[in-house]
């Protein structure tokens, strides 16, 4: 699961630091994928993962839809033959930062696979029925409207979601949802529940070789265990608060 790329001389689309230790330097999302290719991995969209076929491979996604998953990472992932699942926020298009609707147009005939990241990138679980239909039912709709196809894919901002988002999905159409649960996806894994591995700025190339191998992978859902404990008791709003605290104490 990636988010924006960084490029030189251009600001990223916000400055908070939970929010930029989400984007990676070109350089670094170049690095990754040249690593894949060199050991034998191909990058698939959702859809072809999904069918599980028998060659080494990895799923790779993006949420928000920045601008550059247009003018960075679609030409990576060309260069080195790979697809991608591009997940955008409906009601950030054409906003400061983020791919507007020509520009998603262009993103989706180059092949990439489009879905939907909600309407306004809010946290799912804290919302009731109105709102749900809002970010989810609304946003696919507006979506399919720019595109003048349908959508499958659904992925749930921050990772949080409750059953009711994953029934208004359902009935909205969406034929799978993603939420930030640490671990790999198998043919038994349910489609609304599929897992993704969050990349950072500060992870290792050795880190990110052991994330694609699936190596590792019960410490980072062991630590997100603990962390999703801790929210549930503070709530979304002050869980992300005390992070951001933590973030940038951390950094002094």
Known sequence: MYHELELAGRAICQPEIGYARYVLPLASFRAEMEWLKR??????????TLAFPAERAVCITFDDGCET????????????????TF???????????????????????EGFEVGCHSMTHAYLSDLGE???????????????????HPIKHFSCPGGRYNSRAIEVARGAGFETVANS??????????????????????????????????????????????RQGVRRVLGNENYDRLRARLLRESQR
């Open 181 to 226: 649960e640490f671990r790999a996806n198998t043919a038994a894994t349910d489609r609304y529940a599929l897992g993704r591995i969050a990349m950072l700025r500060d992870q290792s190339m050795r880190e990110f070789g052991e994330i694609c191998r699936g190596r590792g992978l019960w410490k980072k859902r062991l630590s997100n265990s603990v």
């Open 39 to 48: 050991s034998g991995m191909r990058g698939l969209n959702v859809t072809q």
């Open 87 to 109: 997940y955008v926020t409906a009601g950030r298009l054409g906003t400061p930062g983020y791919l507007g609707k020509e520009q998603l147009r262009e993103l989706d005939s």
């Open 69 to 84: 998953d247009l003018i960075a990472a679609a030409p990576v992932l060309r260069e080195f033959g790979f697809e991608g």
């Open 130 to 148: 109105t709102k749900l239909k809002r970010e989810i039912v609304e946003a696919k709709d507006r979506i399919e409207q720019i595109l003048n």
